[in-house]
Every structure is written in C-alpha cells, then in structure tokens.
C-alpha cells in the first residue's frame, strides 16, 4: 500500500454488514456539546494508510471529535490488541479497526463490542459478535478482478505466483480466494501437480495456470522479506516463460518488481497488483506493471470517524443500509466504466489516478 487510495469523487461508500442496533450497551455516549473521542487503528505502518489518517483527520475536523489514530508497526495482533486495550482503559467512545486475526481476536473483540462502539474496516471480523459494521470493499470480489487482470495479460495461461502479508485475515483469504475462484475450472480447481517444465516446483493449477507452492507466499507485513519471497520464486522459474507474479498487499508489486529488476526481468514477466501504492502507480504508467486494482482508504477513514462520531451522539442512522464498495481497476491506458457483478466500476488511467491521490493527501493537514 505505498501512499494509496483518493478520496473518490463519489459520495455514498457502501457498509457491508451494518446493522441497526449498537450492542455496545455499556459504550459510554457523549451529551450536550461534548466532542467524542474516536480511535483508528490500522493493521501496519504502510502510506495506505497515511491516506485513512488523511481521511480520518478530515471527518474529526467536520465531525467536532477528538481522534486518536496509531499505526502499528508490524502486522501483528499481540502488538495491535494493546493499543485497543489502552483506549478501553481511556474511555473513548468508539473504535475502528483493521481485524490482523479474525478467528484468534474474536473473543477479544466481542468482549471489546460491550464496552465501547466498534466497527471495523478493511479488513473484517464477521464472527465477532456486536461490531456494528464493516467500512471497506468486497475483498473476494477485488481478487476476482486481479483474476481478470491475470487472464488478460496471460490469456493462454500460464504460472503465477500470489505474495501477500498473510494467509489468515480476512481480506488475505478472501483476496487470494477471488483470485482462485476467476481462474479456476470444473477440471482445475486446485489440482496438485508439478510444474510443466520445472518439476522439482510443486503447486496447483487452477485452470490453465500453474500456482508456485499452491499458496500464496506470506511475507508477514512490508519488509525486506517481501523482496526476497519473489526473488526467490523468480530464481526458481529460471527459464519460464508467461510468468505473472501477482502482489495482494500495496506493498507487494514495488517488492516484485524490485526483484524482478535485480534480476533483469522487468518486461518479461508480467505483474499484477493490488491496492493504489504510488510507486505501483509510477511503473503502471511507465508499463512496467500491469495493473491494479484498488481500495478506497481516504473515505474508510472518514466513514469510520463519522459513523463513530454519530453513534457517540445517539445517531444511528449511518448504521443503516448494506451494500459493497466498488473497487476500481487502474492499467496505464483506462476504459470506460463497466457494471460487474451488480458494481459500477471505474477503470481510471494510472497517471490520472496518481494525481488524485496527490491531491488528496495535500487537501488534508493532520
């Protein structure tokens, strides 16, 4: 995610899984005049989400709240959950957060939900009973549209390889998933077998692709070992031509193509990204990555604070109302809008898109 996504021009981003009622019975409400205090907490430190912060600053400003909003460091619940903890402690009057481990914070997070007003947003914990919504895209459908971009660009198959921080989360499984579920067929829906040509590389075809070890390769957050997962893989399909490394983190594409440039490669393999960093932008522009497809991290930030900051004063109407958020495909030349899957989505050219985003992070002083 290296700075990311815009404040989309358009106004309504839909909350998948909202409900009507605030289970948080004991979440202390504000009165009169009084601010609430609304706390952020993402799943990383990445420019994604410098954008949310961007976007979470903003809705404080319009909302009259007081924000608190932390990044942890690295993408790990038991530094994550602390920090949550430390606000219970404080009192503040709602929480939004990225979920790192649905199923191993669940019980945290339900008995958190009693206590204070809680959404979460990017990536989701559905199970967790009394968050009140979810403020992001429909993952397993973005990761049905990287499948399109993987097909397009390899439309005779071909190997691919999947690198993301982990398989666990929610966006994680669901991401991947979509990926999977586009390219796959009656007769290859994750079949073991070896590679065509490389046959000590093991994996699954899915369809008329080929996926290195079957799995998505975990890196566990932005770091040195993102480059070296696909510097790995590279060396390993020496030789191999219709290659295309797919990158399902924002960090992920500048990491494959950092390999892929150490290895003299760029051109010759093709990649495909997810989420709206500025370097993934840059070398979509210049033809270096395909593509990519993206979030909205500006407004799940401000949806966040707002729909926190109007359950704080006894407003639940922007609870009401479920829907998905479009995710929007960027490549170097555009197209027009297209309807899938019941979604309107955009197809904006990668400069254009680039620009936005600048301007969007240099509306919004912290």
């Known amino acids: 995610m290296a700075l990311r996504l815009v404040f989309l021009a358009f106004t309504s981003l839909a909350l998948a ?53 932390r990044q942890p460091e690295k993408l790990d619940a038991a530094i994550q959950m602390p920090i949550i903890e430390a606000w219970v402690k404080q009192g503040v009057n709602g929480i939004a957060v990225s979920v790192i481990d649905p199923k191993g914070q669940e019980e945290d997070l339900t008995r958190i939900a009693k206590k204070v007003s809680l959404i979460t947003m990017d990536n989701d914990a559905a199970e967790s009973t009394g968050r009140l919504c979810y403020v992001g895209v429909d993952n397993r459908e973005a990761g049905r549209a990287v499948g399109r971009l993987v097909k397009k660009v390899l439309p005779n198959g071909g190997t691919i390889a999947m690198f993301i921080g982990n398989n666990s989360s929610a966006n994680a499984i669901d991401r991947s998933g979509g990926v999977l579920d586009e390219l796959k067929t009656p007769d290859a829906d994750g079949k073991p077998g070896t590679h065509p040509v490389k046959k000590d590389v093991t994996g699954k075809y899915y369809g008329k692709y080929f996926l290195v070890d079957g799995e998505a390769k975990t890196d566990g957050g ?9 510097r790995d893989v590279l060396g390993r399909l020496d030789g191999v031509t219709d290659i295309c490394m797919i990158g399902l983190y924002a960090y992920n594409p500048p990491a494959i193509l950092e390999a892929a440039r150490a290895k003299s490669l760029v051109g010759k393999i093709k990649i495909v990204g997810f989420d709206e960093n500025l370097e993934t932008l840059k070398s979509i522009a210049a033809g270096e990555i395909e593509g990519t497809v993206v979030q909205d991290p500006f407004n799940y930030g401000y949806k966040s604070v707002e729909i926190l900051a109007a359950v704080a004063r006894g407003d639940k ?27 309107l989505i955009k197809f904006p050219k990668a400069v254009d898109f680039e620009k936005k985003i600048r301007d969007d992070l240099a509306s919004v002083k912290k």
């Open 17 to 69: 899984g909202c409900g009507g009622g605030n289970s948080a019975t004991n979440a202390p409400n504000v009165a009169g005049g009084e601010r609430p205090k609304i706390a952020v907490v993402t799943n990383c430190t990445d420019p994604f989400w410098d954008l949310c912060e961007a976007g979470a600053n903003k809705a404080a400003k319009d909302h009259n709240v007081d924000l608190l909003f």
């Open 222 to 230: 932005p770091g040195e070992k993102a480059v070296t997962n696909a």
């Open 317 to 343: 109407s922007k609870l009401l109302g479920k829907g998905q958020t479009p995710y929007q495909v960027i490549t170097k030349d555009g197209g027009p809008d297209q309807t899938i899957n019941g979604l």
